[in-house]
C-alpha cells in the first residue's frame, strides 16, 4: 500500500480554520485519498474522500494537489468537539486490498479557547 | 437507523479464558471489518468478512483468533487462551458494498477488552 506522512500534532483555536496536510509522494493513479478521524475514546468516523478534484461535503473539504502527491484536509471553523487523531488513507481501487483501511500514526488535533 | 453496535463494550478476562467480542453491523449492511488497536498505538486491521464467508483474513494471528459471520445474528471475533498482549480495544466496522475504494465504513464504539 502507498505510505502517507502526516504531522503527530496540531494545534488550533475554537472559530479558526484548519488545514491538515498529508503527504503521499508514492500515490498510485488508482488510488483514493480518504480522511477518517477518531475522537477520543471513540471509534473512527469517516470523513471526507477523493481522487482528483477537490471535495466539500458538511464536515469538511479536501484539497488535492494536481500531482496528487499531497492532499489537505480543511475544517473551515474548528471547534473543540473537532479535537481528534485524522488519518489520511489511501485506497487502491484495483485490487481486493481496498476493502481494509491502512491506518498510519495520524495527526492528533489539538482545539482550544 | 442505528448505527453499528458492538458488546460488550469492556470485557475483562483473566489468562487462558476466552474472550467473544459481538458486532452487529448497520442495518442492511452485509460486509464486515474488524480491527484491533493496542495501546498507544494505531488500528489494524484484522478481518474482512461478508455473510459466512471469509474475504480477508491478512492481519489476524495464525493462532487463538477466529471470526465469523454467519447468515443470522452478529459477527463474532473470538480470542481463545487470552494472554495479556491481547489487552486492547477492538473496532467493528460494516459497509454496504465491499472490496470497493469508494465504500465509507461505519465503526462502532469497540470492545475494550482488558486481559488480567
Known amino acids: 500500500d502507498a505510505k502517507t506522512t502526516q504531522p503527530n500534532s496540531m494545534e488550533s483555536n475554537e472559530e479558526e480554520p484548519v488545514h491538515l496536510p498529508c503527504n503521499h509522494s508514492?500515490?498510485?493513479?488508482?488510488?483514493?485519498i480518504h480522511w477518517y478521524r477518531q475522537l477520543p475514546s471513540q471509534g473512527p468516523e469517516y470523513v471526507i474522500h477523493?481522487?482528483?478534484s477537490n471535495v466539500n461535503n458538511r464536515m469538511a473539504s479536501l484539497a488535492i494537489a494536481e500531482d496528487r502527491k499531497s492532499s489537505t484536509l480543511i475544517l473551515h471553523r474548528a471547534t473543540l468537539r473537532d479535537a481528534a487523531v485524522y488519518y489520511c488513507?489511501?485506497?487502491?481501487?484495483?485490487?481486493?486490498?481496498?476493502?481494509?483501511?491502512?491506518f498510519g500514526t495520524g495527526t492528533r488535533l489539538q482545539v482550544t479557547l | 437507523n442505528a448505527g453499528v453496535m458492538q458488546n460488550p463494550r469492556h470485557l475483562v478476562r483473566r489468562r487462558g479464558q476466552e474472550a467473544r467480542l459481538r458486532c452487529s453491523p448497520m442495518?442492511?449492511?452485509?460486509?464486515v471489518y474488524w480491527y484491533r488497536q493496542l495501546p498507544e498505538e494505531g488500528l489494524k486491521f484484522m478481518v474482512y468478512?461478508?455473510?459466512?464467508?471469509?474475504?480477508?483474513e491478512s492481519g489476524m494471528p495464525k493462532e487463538r483468533f477466529s471470526a465469523e459471520f454467519p447468515k443470522e445474528g452478529p459477527s463474532i471475533l473470538r480470542i481463545q487462551q487470552v494472554v495479556r498482549g491481547d489487552s486492547a480495544a477492538y473496532f467493528c466496522?460494516?459497509?454496504?458494498?465491499?472490496?470497493?475504494?469508494?465504500?465509507?465504513?461505519?465503526f462502532g464504539p469497540g470492545t475494550r477488552l482488558t486481559v488480567l
Open positions: 442495518k442492511g449492511h452485509s460486509h
Open positions: 477523493g481522487l482528483t
Open positions: 466496522a460494516s459497509s454496504q458494498w465491499g472490496g470497493h475504494s469508494n465504500n465509507e465504513q461505519f
Open positions: 468478512l461478508q455473510k459466512e464467508n471469509i474475504i480477508d
Open positions: 508514492t500515490i498510485s493513479g488508482t488510488d483514493y
Open positions: 488513507i489511501l485506497r487502491d481501487q484495483r485490487t481486493g486490498t481496498a476493502s481494509k483501511l491502512t
